[in-house]
């Protein structure tokens, strides 16, 4: 021991500075982070409905999924309230839907703007949409590749609109939105469900005015009539 503390002493006479005394360098653990180090905690905007449902139309305009859009003259995404207790969907855009770019503006959609007005409701209260967004060439059904490059669309229009009751207007919106194959004449006013949200099947306002005579007033307007009733109770326990 005496022997390293010899040697110590000679290293100190020679001017060594590794043996000077350092205070230990204690680091806490709750000490701050060096400046520019610190993450700052960014908080979550909400969802903006106005603009996701803008966004999700913006890709409508620019479709060309399947070959409708080579014949459309304007793609007819759906309009109405960003909050509506009830969105009507129908199964696709008929000739003056397609010249205007607006769903149901042609004598179906006047008679339907009147069932609306009837139940309480004003057309921008609703929300009106369509399962294909291109009119089909002479109004025909549109075809099950049509309709499966177009439905994306309205999922996501439901998702963000989050619709209290949805209403299918005829057989073609009903079994493309649920992918069942269901007569209208023997399950319209039943109630459906689509990811937790009732579905209610009716007749499309087209085929009121089919069935429709001079002579006779249609039962189908009646008909329907009576769905919308169950709608309107229905919608005051969801």
Request: glycine share 8%; charged share 30%.
């Amino acid at each position: 021991m005496q022997q390293l503390e010899n040697i110590l002493e000679f290293y100190r006479e020679i001017g060594a500075t590794f043996l000077e005394k350092r205070e230990p360098t204690i680091v806490r653990r709750d000490s701050p982070p060096e400046s520019g180090t610190a993450r700052r905690m960014v908080p979550q905007q909400p969802p903006n409905p106005n603009k996701e449902l803008e966004a999700v139309h913006q890709e409508i305009y620019r479709c060309t999924r399947c070959e409708l859009h080579q014949s459309n003259t304007n793609y007819v995404p759906g309009e109405g309230s960003i909050q509506p207790g009830i969105m009507f969907i129908g199964e696709g855009p008929g000739e003056e839907e397609d010249k205007l770019g607006r769903p149901f503006v042609g004598k179906a959609g006047q008679l339907l703007d009147r069932i609306i007005e009837k139940m309480g409701y004003k057309r921008e209260d609703v929300f009106i949409g369509n399962i294909v967004k291109c009119r089909p060439p002479g109004n025909r059904d549109p075809h099950r590749t049509e309709v499966e490059a177009c439905l994306p669309y309205l999922k996501r229009q439901v998702e963000i609109l989050k619709p209290r009751i949805i209403v299918c207007l005829g057989r073609v919106a009903l079994n493309n939105l649920l992918d069942g194959d269901y007569p209208i004449t023997k399950v319209r006013g039943q109630v459906f469900e689509y990811h937790g949200i009732p579905v209610i099947p009716t007749f499309h306002p087209s085929y009121i005015l089919h069935q429709q005579t001079q002579e006779k007033v249609s039962k189908a307007k009646w008909d329907v009539w009576h769905d919308m009733m169950k709608v309107l109770e229905l919608i005051k326990k969801v």
